[in-house]
Every structure is written in C-alpha cells, then in structure tokens.
Nanobody
C-alpha cells in the first residue's frame, strides 16, 4: 500500500511563501502523475496543481497559476508545491494525491473517488 506524507504547512502572512512537500513510501508513483488539492473550511476539496511523471506536463488551477509552482524529484520520491504571494483565500488543508490510472490532464476534473492515494493533509493558514 503506497503512503503519501505531506509536510511544510504553517502560518504565514499575506504576501509570504511556503513550500509543501509530499513524500511517497515507494517508487511506484515515480512513473505516474501526482497532484495537489486543497479544502478550505466549509468548501469542497478542489484541484490545485498536477505534474506528470517526468515533470514535462504541468497544470494549475486558475486561482493559483502564476503564484504556485509544482515540481518533483523522483530520486527522493517527492513532489513539491512552492507557494508564493500567498493570499488569505489560500487558507486550506492541502492534500497530495496520486493514482496510476489517472493521467495528468484528468486531475482538474476527475472525481475524488477515482484517485486512490491521498495524504493526510497539511494545514496552510494565511493571515491578512
């Protein structure tokens, strides 16, 4: 069973930066797309960003494009989310997700139930 563990969340002022990490328990997911989702209080979980296995295909949601950068290091079995110019609206629990059956271009509209592997989430709080 593959496990995903996020880290790097915290409290930051608006305009600040954070970098999230998601480490996989084994190399299985090195061959597949991996992504980030977030869930704000009282809202549904939403897609944030996805990166394919070799890092050459990347998609972002409109709300974070230009401010967030997703990357991966397959040698470390880890993906990252660099978050700059943070806004209070970015406050949420951020989740790492992956599934061998889901292509990168599907992450923006796929049902949550179609993604088999999720991390436990890491809290990001942006104060105004």
């Amino acid at each position: 069973q593959v496990q995903l563990v996020e880290s790097g969340g915290g409290l930051v002022q608006a305009g600040g930066s954070l970098r999230l990490s998601c480490a996989a328990s084994d190399r299985t997911l090195n061959s597949f797309a991996m992504g980030w989702f977030r869930q704000a209080p009282g809202k549904e979980r939403e897609f944030v960003a996805v990166i394919n296995w070799n890092g050459r295909t990347i998609y972002y949601s409109k709300s974070v494009k230009g401010r967030f950068t997703i990357s991966r290091d397959n040698a470390k079995k880890t993906i990252y989310l660099q978050m700059d110019s943070l806004e209070p609206e970015d406050t949420a629990i951020y989740y790492c997700a992956a599934d061998p059956r889901v292509a990168a271009e599907e992450y923006g509209h796929v049902k949550e139930s179609s993604i088999g592997y999720w991390g436990q989430g890491t809290q990001v709080t942006v104060s105004s």
